[in-house]
């Protein structure tokens, strides 16, 4: 059979990556489903933290998801307690704000990166169990990133830091 596409260089193959992706009761069904994607693309377990602002089987995910949902390490944690109880390495927040600039920060192949709530953040509870805290710089007047789009960027900081691609 004659192939369509070229094969990709070795190089944009990512390998497994033991760095994760959490979504702490997430709002956004779009959102969790463009992140599942990603998750799948790239090789990250994605944990998602209920509970969640909408049913785990909304057709808004699905369709963002698209069919990688299936290609996609998820668990489900009925709470955040349960989520710590299993957890590997350091969880690190991705805030708005407060911590380290993401490219300043020396990521760790065992890491989670936590992503709060669309709505309403990440509660100070769950805040003071984070082993740290990054952010992404940006200019003054703008409130935040869409939450794909910030755990896009500091997901593929995490990996570069971490050997999660091939060098090229």
């Given at each position: ?50 509970p ?5 089987d ?18 489900r944690?009925?709470?955040?307690p349960?989520?710590?109880?299993t ?21 760790r ?10 709505t ?19 200019r ?29």
């Open positions: 059979m004659r192939r369509l596409v070229p094969a990709r260089p070795d190089c944009c193959v990512p390998r497994k990556a033991p760095v994760r992706l959490a979504l702490y009761q997430p709002d956004i069904p779009q959102n969790t489903g463009t992140l599942i994607r990603l998750g799948a693309c790239l090789g990250v377990p994605v944990d998602i933290i209920e969640c602002g909408f049913i785990l909304d057709r808004r995910l699905r369709r963002s998801a698209m069919d990688y949902a299936e290609l996609a390490e998820v668990t944690h009925v709470n955040w349960a989520f710590q109880a957890r590997p390495g350091r969880v690190v927040l991705v805030e708005t704000e407060q911590g380290v600039p993401y490219t300043s920060f020396a990521f192949a065992d890491d989670t990166l936590l992503l709060g709530r669309e309403a953040g990440t509660p100070p509870d769950v805040m003071a169990a984070c082993d740290a805290r990054v952010y992404i710089p940006m003054p007047g703008v409130r935040s990133l869409n939450q794909a789009v910030a755990a896009s960027m500091v997901l593929g900081e995490a990996l570069r830091q971490t050997g999660g691609f091939r060098p090229g």
